[in-house]
């Protein structure tokens, strides 16, 4: 297998990241929803191969793939039955191929919508997640076009995964979602040490991401619907009173629509 050599945000958009990832053989490009700060980073004329991976159809994620297609003659991979049409490798649950000497696996992940896969990774000793909208750092995707059990076993699949497994999401949204976070589950210290180098990292203008599955399962509370602190606030805030996983789930991210 081949190594990674870097693994970079672009910032795109107000709070879009569109990861490069650079190896040996080929630069892989996931959600290029903007083709310029692309072309900016890998410069106008390069001498290796590049790929596109997509992970759901929305507009931020894929603007830019028929600019750098034409530009660089890249292949865009992408979920099968996607509204999004430049696709040229359509791609479903339990699919998984090597690329440029990495091993990567598919799974189907609907919720934030119907199409949305993840990639992950694999590198020497290292497995990185490409999760698009359905993870970020302290919280998760809006339900756009699944349902709420959707979202919520695409979740599960999610944190099920080794937790040294490095997490990529598509956005920073990490400050806003800990101050959510912080009201859902107030006592959680490890929550609280996480702001506090949240907020210092961004006053150095420093991206929060990747972060990882093991800091997820910590201060995620989309991710931690066992939490009897949770249960507690959705009863005494939201007057939900549940301990059910699914539907502390819906509880919160109904609060947080409306947070
Ligand atoms: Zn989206
Ligand atoms: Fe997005």
Request: aromatic content about 10%.
């Amino acid at each position: 297998m081949s190594e990674i050599l870097s693994i970079l945000p672009i910032p795109a958009f107000k709070d879009n990241y569109i990861w490069l990832i650079d190896t040996n053989e080929g630069y892989i490009v996931v959600d290029p929803g903007d083709a310029v700060p692309v072309m900016k980073a890998i410069g106008s004329s390069i001498n290796k191969d590049l790929t596109i991976l997509i992970t759901h159809h929305h507009f931020d994620h894929t603007g830019g793939v028929e600019t750098l297609k034409d530009k660089y003659r890249a292949n865009v991979l992408g979920p099968k039955g996607s509204p999004f049409k430049a696709i040229d490798q359509a791609l479903i649950s339990g699919d998984a191929f090597n690329l440029y000497g990495l091993f990567i696996e598919i799974d189907h992940i609907p919720g934030h919508t119907l199409d949305h896969i993840y990639y992950l990774i694999h590198d020497d000793n290292k497995s990185h997640l490409f999760c698009g909208d359905t993870v970020f750092s302290g919280g998760c995707g809006r339900v756009f076009e699944g349902t709420f059990k959707q979202m919520h076993d695409s979740l599960n699949k999610i944190s099920a995964l080794p937790n040294d497994t490095f997490v990529y999401p598509t956005h920073e949204y990490t400050l806003s979602n800990l101050k959510f976070a912080l009201q859902a589950e107030p006592n959680n210290k490890d929550l609280q040490d996480y702001e506090n180098h949240c907020q210092k990292l961004r006053e150095q203008g420093t991206p929060t991401l990747p972060t990882s599955i093991k800091q997820e399962l910590l201060i995620n509370p989309f991710l931690r619907t066992h939490s009897s602190d949770i249960h507690a606030v959705l009863k005494n805030i939201r007057g939900i009173e549940t301990t059910a996983s699914e539907d502390v789930f819906s509880g919160l991210r109904e609060w947080k629509d409306s947070f």
